[in-house]
Antibody, heavy 122, light 106 residues
Framework: QVQLVESGGGVVQPGRSLRLSCAASGFTFSTYGMHWVRQAPGKGLEWVAVIWYDGDNKYYGDSVKGRFIISRDNSKNMMYLQMNSLTAEDTAVYFCARDYDIFNGYYWLDYWGQGTRVTVSS | SYELTQPPSVSVSPGQTATITCSGD??????ACWYQQKPGQSPVLVIYKDSERPSGIPERFSGSNSGNTATLTISGTQATDEAHYYC?????????FGGGTKLTVL
């Protein structure tokens, strides 16, 4: 069965960096687009970034563009989110999620991980 | 940037029909999908491509999308349907979520 497991969250000081990981299993990882989505405490879902199946196309939400970098290693069935210049507004649970059908340009997320919590605080 | 607007809350009695709306400019020209999120859990896709249900999602969940509004309908609402619901679409490869609607079953 499809499984997505995030890791790498924790407490980090403002201005510092953190790298999140998402381990995928139960499907052919190299043929699916993947997303990061975050949820601040008590708030709604906010899309962070997407990476296409081959890693060639990457898109970012306005609030993280220029600070975060999404990447993947298809040989390891892993996706990453490098988060730089973190601020308190980046405090959230970060979910990785699989895209249902990015080949046809459809962006809906059919499987989600349990999330990893990031707290930016001094 | 593209925006989706949902009502913050909707209430429904058990067994009745719940309707949750999602508004965006010419949203009917795009595809919409819906997620259910219960407290402490990850979101679950309940409707995609406006009206398609993933396997395992009960038939009481249905969707439509026309004009500027996408609608999630839950027929015969059960207590277990109490959750937050988020609509989602995309615009120029950027994913957009609505602000979410808290569905209360009382």
């Amino acid at each position: 069965q499809v499984q997505l497991v995030e890791s790498g969250g924790g407490v980090v000081q403002p201005g510092r960096s953190l790298r999140l990981s998402c381990a995928a299993s139960g499907f052919t990882f190299s043929t699916y687009g993947m997303h990061w989505v975050r949820q601040a405490p008590g708030k709604g879902l906010e899309w962070v970034a997407v990476i296409w199946y081959d890693g060639d196309n990457k898109y970012y939400g306005d609030s993280v563009k220029g600070r975060f970098i999404i990447s993947r290693d298809n040989s390891k069935n892993m996706m990453y989110l490098q988060m730089n210049s973190l601020t308190a507004e980046d405090t959230a649970v970060y979910f990785c999620a699989r895209d249902y059908d990015i080949f046809n340009g459809y962006y809906w997320l059919d499987y989600w991980g349990q999330g990893t919590r990031v707290t930016v605080s001094s | 940037s593209y925006e989706l607007t949902q009502p913050p809350s909707v209430s429904v009695s058990p067994g009745q029909t719940a309707t949750i709306t999602c508004s965006g400019d010419k949203l009917g020209h795009k595809y919409a999908c819906w997620y259910q999120q219960k407290p402490g859990q990850s979101p679950v896709l309940v409707i995609y491509k406006d009206s398609e249900r993933p396997s395992g999602i009960p038939e009481r969940f249905s969707g439509s999308n026309s004009g500027n509004t996408a609608t999630l309908t839950i027929s015969g609402t059960q207590a277990t349907d109490e959750a937050h619901y988020y609509c989602q679409t995309w615009d120029s490869s950027l994913v957009v979520f609505g602000g979410g609607t808290k569905l209360t079953v009382l």
